[in-house]
């Protein structure tokens, strides 16, 4: 795939942090900044490629080189790549740099990223974010005049933001999202009736994986939205304060299905996440101005009124979030316990329709070190994705219980495990425990001796068995079931042609009947005689013979005076069965 080279110039650079600057190419591209070594080590010398995720937003290729006729070797910095919206931990130098160039760009020829990253230089005024390092407090006193203040580490903080603001907006993953003022309110409504059971939590970009930095203790529909009552824990406080975050972006569903009656509620509110991408392009961003102004209210007040406090200047600690293991994301869930993944279908379908971050959020797992990531921050290549779990089911990208199970199962070691380095499984192991818990199920334990691991890995392999059973019995169902179908249609069909059958017997008998008919009514037989007799021979086809006897008799009459002596017996006998059939038609047998 080619990339879009918007800018490029050649400059010396620290790249690796030592002291001395390099010769280097910068690049900007879409939305990242590239600073390229111009000299590499040579081919020949590179035992592998390393990719290196310093902080968020911030990835180094690293090159394995090996020592010429010694052993061992050394790392070599080759290219440091920047997301053009994490540029608040960059250093004041590699800003400026990043800055000129963007400047340079033609306005009507930059991409919406490069917009949105000189948008937030003017705004940072190249000097880093706007609240100060340190301030000095008035506390009376109780102790020295000034005491410095220098995190907000240490307190709890609350405040309200709108969280999802009235409007509609595009979303590649979900379509056209429309946040209604019925929406809000019915969120609202819910909050206060107590669903979801829990505190909506406050998280890091929609991950729970890293703990919470908060809660959602009060909500309100207002005109524009829904605003939430935030409040931070103190890493949560101390994330704002260094601008890490300065988003936060709603979790909901329009379709909650109440725990304690199974009905579904509408719209809930289910959490809230520090982010820097918020996907409402209306959501605004948190004021830290105003919510530090409070914090240092609140500390002079403290000591006002007598209360010893013990300030303590915190390490700003880097909020880490592994970009290996993707989001858990609020999806549509299928509680079933089979799961038939298949690559060429199934990658494939999520590919086709949500492209590769869709698929990063189907797997639990992104091999970004052994496999070149391109400029949207993932590897083009579906062998860098592991454990999926996710689906495409009537369009939706889709949680799938039988693959949560799975995946959990393979990275425990079921089926010949799972190739992910052992630093990343935990992450990986919790990502998946925020799935059972979806699911409201127990996932087994991470940390287990080998004879628990087996243990569990055999009930698995078994629970696999009697899912394998199961759907073969299901089958088996469905061919009796189908063969039972076969039956009675065939039934249906062998009735239906006894009755054809039946009727074309009728039929051949009627027409058989009446040609007999006419013949004898044609040789002189009386018309009312052979009308009965033909009446009885319909009912009764064996008497057509001792009719045809009799009726050889009746249709001449006169023949029967010429009956010689010797004939006389044979004229009895035939008289007989005259007088019975005489007697069948005039009825005189009832």
């Known amino acids: 795939m080619a990339i879009k080279v918007y800018y490029r110039k050649e400059l010396k650079y620290d790249i690796d942090d030592d002291g001395k600057k390099e010769d280097v190419v910068l690049f900007i591209l879409k939305g990242t900044a590239v600073f390229k070594l111009r000299r590499k080590p040579p081919k020949r010398l590179i035992k592998e490629w390393r990719k290196k995720h310093i902080k968020p937003g911030v990835t180094a290729n690293i090159a394995i080189v090996a020592r010429e006729g010694k052993r061992g070797g050394h790392t070599v910095l080759t290219s440091i790549w920047y997301d053009l919206d994490h540029l608040a931990e960059v250093s004041l130098e590699t800003r400026q740099i990043i800055y000129e160039a963007l400047k340079a760009i033609p306005e009507e020829k930059r991409s919406e990223e490069q917009k949105r990253a000189l948008a937030k230089f003017k705004r940072m005024k190249l000097g880093g974010d706007t609240v100060p390092e340190t301030v000095n407090v008035y ?10 203040v220098t995190k907000l580490e240490e307190y709890t903080k609350e405040f309200w933001h709108n969280i999802l603001p009235i409007g509609k907006f595009y979303d590649p993953r979900y379509g056209e999202v429309n946040i209604t003022k019925e929406m809000v309110e019915k969120m609202a409504e819910n909050f206060k009736n107590g669903i979801p059971h829990y505190k909506p939590p406050v998280n890091i970009s929609h991950e729970d994986i890293h703990g919470k930095f908060g809660d959602i203790v009060e ?8 605003w939430a009552k935030i409040a931070l824990t103190q890493d949560g406080a101390k994330l704002l304060e260094a601008k890490r975050f300065e988003y936060l972006s709603a979790e909901f569903t329009e379709h909650y299905v109440n725990k304690e009656t199974g009905e579904d509620v509408g719209p809930v509110l289910l959490g809230v996440a520090l982010t820097n991408r918020p996907a409402h392009p ?4 948190i004021k830290l101005s105003e919510l530090y102004n409070e914090i240092v209210e609140m500390v002079k007040q403290a000591f006002q009124a007598g209360m010893k406090m013990k300030l303590v200047a915190a390490e700003d600690e880097e909020a880490e979030v592994k970009l290996m293991v993707p989001k858990v994301v609020n999806t549509p869930k299928d509680d079933s316990p089979r799961w038939d993944w298949d690559w060429a279908r199934d990658g494939n379908a999520i590919l086709e329709k949500f492209g590769w971050e869709g698929l990063a959020k189907a797997c639990a797992y992104v091999d970004k070190e052994n496999y070149e990531v391109q400029e949207d921050g993932l590897p083009h290549n579906k062998q860098a994705y592991k454990l999926p779990h996710h689906k495409l089911i009537n ?3 889709t949680l799938v219980w039988g693959g949560v199970r799975a995946a959990m199962a393979a990275l425990l070691g079921a089926r010949g495990g799972v190739d992910i380095p052992v630093k990343d499984k935990e992450k990986v192991y919790k990502h998946l425990v925020a799935h059972y818990k979806a699911f409201d199920k127990e996932p087994p334990k991470f940390h287990l001796s080998e004879d628990e691991l087996q243990e569990v890995i055999k009930k698995m392999e078994l629970e696999d068995k009697v899912i394998a059973l199961e759907d073969q019995i299901k089958k088996l169902e469905e061919e009796k079931k189908g063969l039972k179908e076969q039956v009675k249609k065939l039934s249906e069909e062998k009735v239906e042609l006894e009755k054809k059958l039946a009727e074309a017997e009728k039929e ?4 058989e009947v009446e040609l007999w008919a006419k013949k004898w009514l044609s040789e002189g037989v009386v018309p009312a005689v052979v009308e009965k007799a033909k009446k009885v ?4 086809p064996e008497q057509m013979k001792v009719f045809d006897e009799m009726f050889e008799v009746l249709k001449k009459p006169e023949l029967t005076k010429q009956i010689s002596e010797s004939e006389v017996d044979d004229s009895k006998v035939l008289s007989e069965k005259v007088q019975a059939a005489v007697k069948m038609l005039t009825g005189e047998n009832e």
């Open 219 to 226: 909500v309100e529909a207002r005109e524009d939205g829904l």
């Open 537 to 540: 021979v319909l009912e009764q």
């Open 282 to 285: 209306k959501m605004n961003p």
């Open 139 to 148: 506390v009376g006193p109780y102790q020295e005049s000034y005491v410095r």
């Open 508 to 511: 051949a008998r009627e027409k």
């Open 395 to 397: 369009g939706k990208l």
